[in-house]
């Protein structure tokens, strides 16, 4: 909504409304919290949540989740509208926090498959872990401060929004295959990477030494024996780093061969002596 037609446009409310509402949509950014309203106008929480509410009702605004608001196009027929861009609302309700996982892969174009499901990776602890929020659909995941490395500032209109770099997408996707849609879904990924110009095995295993999750080794050096052999210094980085007990190559898929050398139960398929398709 551009703001220089805001004022003309606002039909249905009141000159005073008309002007409160311009200048919040002036001096926001995509979204509009109870906070923003009550700083912009000068009016207590309460009085921002009771316009906002009004203004919903109205069909200006549209609620995302409670204060939380989006403005309405004014080409829309309805306020009942889809998020124009989830990253904007994943930002303005995790941060902080970084698009990852599918969702960074798609971003990168590691991946031709289409993921619905928006991957969010966040310091914060919320007790929905899978909200469907305007008919889009949010995996949340939790991470630790220091955790928060290999990302990259993207915009997003007028708003930065985090990604995760390519190789700290692979990292993640390699210490929670399911942040890759399985293993196999990671697999594809991680060849992609490796043909893709920003492949770069060192930076993985830098990575991949700062989350400090030592399943990741296992499994990378398992899979670049399988698909990359050629690089056999990055195996051994793999194998040098690898921590006591067992781990499983994806722990949503059963486990009936234990590779003694990644201490990696895999799959049956997965221990035949052959590259994958």
């Known amino acids: 909504m551009h703001s220089g037609y805001i004022m003309e446009s ?7 409304d008309r002007e409160r509402l311009s200048a919040i949509l002036r001096g926001t ?68 926090c970084y698009i990852g ?7 990168w174009d590691l991946t031709e498959q289409i993921f619905r499901t928006v991957i969010v990776l966040t310091t914060q602890k919320p007790r929905d872990r899978k909200p469907r929020i305007k008919e889009t659909d949010f995996l949340v995941r939790t991470v630790s401060e220091k955790a928060m490395f290999g990302l990259k500032p993207v ?26 849609g399985g293993i196999r879904s990671t697999v594809d990924i991680l060849n992609n990477y490796l043909r893709s110009e920003t492949g770069n095995l060192g930076l993985l295993i830098e990575y991949a030494d700062r989350l400090g999750n030592g399943s990741v080794f296992k499994r990378l050096g398992f899979l670049l024996e ?33 590779i003694t050398r990644w201490r990696l139960w895999v799959p049956l398929g997965w221990a035949e002596e052959r590259p994958l398709d």
């Not at 606002?10 to 005073?16: E, M, P, S, V």
């Not at 793999?238 to 499983?248: D, F, I, V």
């Open 155 to 180: 915009w997003r209109g007028q708003v930065k929004v985090s990604v995760s770099e390519p190789a700290r997408t692979l990292v993640d996707m390699l210490s929670v295959p399911s942040l890759g």
């Open 29 to 96: 950014k995509g979204t509009v919290s109870v906070k923003d309203a009550a700083e912009i106008l000068g009016v207590s929480s309460v009085t921002a949540s009771k316009m906002l509410s009004r203004w919903s009702k109205k069909g200006w605004l549209s609620r995302v989740r409670q204060g939380l608001y989006i403005p309405v196009p004014l080409e829309s027929r309805t306020a009942d509208i889809p998020l124009e861009d989830p990253w904007l609302v994943a930002e303005r309700l995790y941060s902080p």
């Open 101 to 107: 996982g599918w969702s960074a892969a798609e971003y």
């Open 226 to 258: 399988r698909i990359a052999s050629e690089n056999s210094l990055f195996i051994d980085a793999c194998r040098e780093r690898m921590t006591a007990g067992n781990a499983k190559l994806d722990p949503k898929l059963g486990a009936d061969r234990l």
């Open 10 to 16: 606002i039909a249905g409310l009141g000159k005073a």
